[in-house]
């Protein structure tokens, strides 16, 4: 006899979201919870970026842009316990997360050529994931339209403008005080708004379950999701 869970479809979640709505951490404990493999899709963008960077690639070049992110030998770590980043047997987690990075991600992730190149990997990249672990959890900003649109689960994470300043602001700076949250405002705001021209993730599409975390804290965020995991899959059975 086959065990249930060879019989059973892998668990696709996808869970897009802005910035600051806490969705790396929630969608990380998740998939722990799940015990399924976890893919950062932002972390590819942030790789593509420090890529070029690296390599003398000019970011407003956007067809050496599309080149680089074609030949860039990326490997991601997806175990929700210790993701990481590996771009030509370089590990690049601190890397990618630098303001430097941050505030110019944006200028790849609307090159529309880059976003095909990197949705064609993400596919690829939770297929294997699911494959391995019986499911995934992959999250950024198109998973939930675009991506994996036919996702068993799809969730898009929301807080309030506020409540994401606060929580980026701690996160980048340890403490969320007037002055930090105005530093922040650049890489929250300013990066949503160019961001948003590429990708809908303000609002939930058709299908797609939108869980506001503006008055959870983190521990209720995650019971969130797997209650509603756990609603969908109770569904399809
Ligand atoms: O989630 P993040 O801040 O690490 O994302 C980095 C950048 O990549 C950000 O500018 C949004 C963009 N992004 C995207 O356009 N599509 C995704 N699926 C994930 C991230």
Same mark, same amino acid.
């Given at each position: 006899?086959? +065990?249930? =869970?060879?019989s059973? /479809? +892998?668990?696709? *979640?996808?869970?897009?979201? +802005? =910035? !600051?709505?806490?969705? =790396?951490?929630?969608s990380?404990?998740?998939?722990?919870?799940?015990?399924? !493999?976890?893919?950062?899709?932002?972390?590819?963008? $942030?790789?593509?970026?420090?890529?070029?960077?690296?390599? !003398?690639?000019?970011?407003?070049?956007?067809?050496? #842009?599309?080149?680089?992110? @074609?030949?860039? +030998?990326?490997?991601m770590g997806?175990?929700?316990?210790?993701p990481? #980043?590996?771009?030509?047997? $370089? @590990?690049?987690?601190?890397?990618?997360?630098?303001?430097?990075?941050? &505030?110019?991600? =944006?200028k790849? /992730?609307?090159?529309l050529? #880059?976003?095909?190149?990197?949705?064609?990997?993400?596919?690829e990249?939770?297929?294997?994931? %699911?494959?391995?672990?019986?499911?995934?959890? %992959?999250?950024?900003?198109?998973?939930?339209?675009?991506?994996? %649109?036919d996702?068993?689960?799809?969730?898009?994470?929301?807080? &309030?403008?506020?409540?994401?300043? @606060?929580?980026?602001?701690?996160?980048?700076?340890?403490?969320?005080?007037?002055?930090?949250? %105005?530093a922040?405002?650049?890489? *929250?705001? $300013? @990066?949503? $708004?160019?961001d &948003?021209?590429v990708?809908?993730?303000?609002?939930?599409?058709? !299908?797609?379950m939108?869980?506001?975390?503006?008055?959870?804290?983190?521990?209720?965020?995650?019971?969130?999701?797997l209650?509603?995991?756990?609603? /969908?899959?109770?569904? &399809?059975?």
């Amino acid at each position: 006899m086959t +065990p249930a =869970s060879e019989s059973q /479809a +892998p668990l696709v *979640i996808a869970i897009d979201g +802005p =910035s !600051g709505s806490g969705k =790396s951490s929630v969608s990380r404990a998740a998939a722990k919870a799940l015990g399924i !493999g976890y893919l950062d899709t932002g972390a590819m963008y $942030r790789a593509v970026t420090w890529w070029c960077l690296d390599q !003398g690639v000019d970011l407003e070049d956007a067809e050496a #842009v599309v080149r680089a992110a @074609r030949e860039m +030998p990326l490997t991601m770590g997806t175990d929700p316990a210790a993701p990481w #980043v590996e771009v030509d047997g $370089r @590990r690049i987690d601190a890397e990618i997360r630098t303001t430097d990075i941050s &505030s110019v991600v =944006s200028k790849v /992730a609307t090159n529309l050529d #880059v976003r095909s190149e990197l949705r064609r990997r993400q596919r690829e990249l939770m297929a294997g994931i %699911a494959e391995r672990t019986g499911g995934v959890i %992959a999250e950024g900003r198109d998973i939930t339209t675009v991506v994996a %649109a036919d996702a068993t689960v799809r969730i898009l994470l929301t807080a &309030s403008e506020e409540a994401r300043l @606060r929580r980026r602001s701690a996160e980048l700076h340890g403490e969320a005080s007037q002055t930090t949250i %105005a530093a922040t405002r650049d890489q *929250i705001v $300013r @990066r949503d $708004r160019d961001d &948003s021209t590429v990708s809908t993730f303000h609002e939930a599409a058709d !299908g797609v379950m939108l869980l506001d975390t503006s008055d959870l804290d983190f521990d209720q965020s995650v019971q969130a999701v797997l209650d509603i995991v756990a609603a /969908a899959t109770a569904e &399809s059975r």
